[in-house]
Every structure is written in structure tokens, then in C-alpha cells.
């Protein structure tokens, strides 16, 4: 069964860090990138930040970039997701997808991925 599990999500004061994780099983993790998504209430599902596992290149969206910060532990088929200087426009819930291959400019497309984890609920008050 293909499965992937998100945890680590909270919540937290504005200023403040958590630190998601996403394991991957049921698959070979080897030939998937892995992507973080989030939606807040009232919102679409936004792509955030993404990791080629092949070479761990990372893209992230311009409302993280400089604040998260992804990696990747492939002997635990586990990828990380470091969330520091958290704000309030930062409470969603967030997923985690899994793409056969991440392209430049394509990372974020939702509908590229084949895999997706439940979601961890992430609150972040003033």
C-alpha cells in the first residue's frame, strides 16, 4: 500500500519554528521527488517548496523562500521540511506529494503528482 504520512505539524506563535516530516512507504522512494503543498481555509492548494531527490536541488515558492528550508533522509525514505519565522499567513494544512520527476518550472503543479499524505494541520497565532 502506498502510503505517506506527514507529521510534526502544531501549533505555534508568530515568530516561531516547527518542523514537518513526510515518510514515504509502498513505493521505491528512489524514483520520486517529493513536494510540500498547503491549503489555508477558504483557499486553493498551493505548492510551497519541492526536492529533487536525484541531485536534492530544492525550489521553493516566493511566499517561503528565505524561511523553509527542505531536505531529504533517503535512508529513512523520509524529507524534512524546516519552517522558521512563521507568521499567521503561514496556518494551512500541509501536504505532501510525491512526482516521478520535478522539472524547473513545473515543480508546483498539483496535478503532476502521484502520491499524496493526508495533510498535518499547522496554526500560527499572533
Known amino acids: 500500500e502506498v502510503q505517506l504520512v506527514e507529521s510534526g505539524g502544531g501549533a505555534v506563535q508568530a515568530g516561531g519554528s516547527l518542523r514537518l516530516s513526510c515518510t514515504a512507504s509502498?513505493?521505491?522512494?528512489?524514483?520520486?521527488?517529493i513536494g510540500w503543498f498547503r491549503q489555508a481555509p477558504g483557499k486553493e492548494r498551493e505548492g510551497i517548496a519541492c526536492?529533487?531527490?536525484?541531485?536534492?536541488?530544492?525550489y521553493y515558492s516566493d511566499s517561503v523562500k528565505g524561511r523553509f528550508t527542505m531536505s531529504s533522509d533517503n535512508a529513512e525514505n523520509t524529507v524534512y521540511l524546516q519552517m522558521n519565522n512563521l507568521k499567521p499567513d503561514d496556518t494551512a494544512v500541509y501536504y505532501c506529494?510525491?512526482?516521478?520527476?520535478?522539472?524547473?518550472?513545473?515543480?508546483?503543479?498539483?496535478?503532476?503528482?502521484?502520491?499524496w499524505g493526508q495533510g498535518t494541520q499547522d496554526i500560527v497565532s499572533t
Open positions: 526536492i529533487s531527490r536525484h541531485d536534492s536541488t530544492t
Open positions: 506529494g510525491a512526482v516521478r520527476f520535478v522539472s524547473p518550472g513545473r515543480w508546483n503543479r498539483i496535478f503532476r503528482y502521484d502520491y
Open positions: 509502498g513505493f521505491t522512494f528512489d524514483d520520486y521527488d
